[in-house]
């Protein structure tokens, strides 16, 4: 059983950053962990992921490089770090665990935090 709890969220204006933190309680070391945000009205899209059992990031293209992911060397926080926040980066975002790989695919994760607000003013 793997528990996760977000947080890190708020309101900033356009041009800032943020960092959100995915703390998980449970053996998560070879486990995927993957970010996630969902807009008012639209489906659940995924931000990053990284696979711990050897550190391999993934981050859409779509991102300009703007978003990072990272983990703590014990292996149990995962951060997510939002530099040059745009307005439509607004939604809620939540961090997933799964075994093994990273993937997309949000139905696949068996494992999901409470989801943390982040809000980008113009």
């Known amino acids: 059983q793997v528990q996760l709890v977000e947080s890190g969220g708020g309101l900033v204006q356009a041009g800032d950053s943020l960092r959100l933190t995915c703390a998980a309680s449970?053996?998560?070391?070879?486990?995927?962990i993957g970010w996630f945000r969902q807009a008012p009205g639209k489906e659940r899209e995924g931000v990053s992921c990284?696979?711990?059992?050897?550190?391999?990031?993934y981050v859409p293209d779509s991102l300009g490089g703007r978003f990072t992911i990272s983990r703590d060397s014990a292996e149990t926080t995962v951060f997510l770090q939002m530099d040059n926040l745009k307005p439509e980066d607004t939604a809620v975002y939540y961090c997933a665990a799964k075994a093994s790989y990273c993937s997309n695919l949000t139905n696949i994760y068996p494992w999901w935090g409470q989801g943390a607000q982040v809000t980008v003013s113009s």
């Open positions: 990284m696979r711990l059992s050897d550190g391999r990031t």
């Open positions: 449970g053996r998560i070391g070879s486990y995927a």
